[in-house]
């Protein structure tokens, strides 16, 4: 322990997450499968709005043909992605790129594309859904990860997200979107309370420990602050009001 390293915020409140997601690491591993499965040996996969790649790592790791490239705004992120393929062999077979997802310029097709936690980064899901598709290649599919609304949002869980009742939907028409807009869900996975809960969890004890650890550190206060204000929007704001849903996708091409 290094107790006067940088304050990454992001990086620490992750640490314990298996994907920046409220998913177990049972559930990361069955949706990969879900979307590799007609890909044999691994194929090409894209991130978009890769955070530290978790995604794309474990791809990698668990697929030693597979090659991934993986798009993200923060270079902590991407530094804190490279260390680990670096660690686990896989960094020659995974390229990162600093830019805006929205700007990645389309390639070749990939076999599997991911925006998992980051369909804001398009302005919402069905551009999301649209970049996503500029990607694909024919009979890939796609990772996507969005938020909805499990029960009617209360003023204090839109108070504490800074969110639009209209930002998202309940899970059915959620839904509903994804199939309007052409894509067939193969596979899916609705995050439990109990998922979120370890989430939330791990985020606020992570950042705690890092600050009770490092009592001198001048952002030791400000980490402190953050994880006061972070419990309070969940437990008084968001907790069991608001979901999150992954969903496999293919394009549904019938007529
Ligand atoms: C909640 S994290 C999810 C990371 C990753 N998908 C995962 O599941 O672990 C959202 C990520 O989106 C990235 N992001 C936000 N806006 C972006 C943009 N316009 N282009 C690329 N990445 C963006 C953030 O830097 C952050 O790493």
Known sequence: MDPWEPYRRHLITHAEHPVAAPLHDDAVAALLDAALAHVPGGGRLLDLGCGEAPWLLRALATRPSARAVGVDLSADTLASAAGAAKRLGVAGRLELRQTSAGEYAPGDPFDAVLCVGATHAFGGLLPALAAVGRHLAPGGCAVVGEGFWE????????????????????????????????????????????????????????????ALDRPGHPDAPAARETVTAHRAAWLRGYRGVLGFVTLVLRRDEAP
């Open 151 to 210: 029960r009617g949002p209360t003023p204090a869980a839109l108070a504490e997200l800074d969110a639009d009742p209209d930002d998202y939907a309940d899970l059915a028409t959620t839904v509903d979107r994804v199939v309007d807009a052409g894509w067939a869900p193969v596979h899916g996975h609705i995050s439990s309370l109990a998922e979120w809960d370890a989430y939330e969890w791990r985020w606020t004890g992570s950042l705690t420990r890092w």
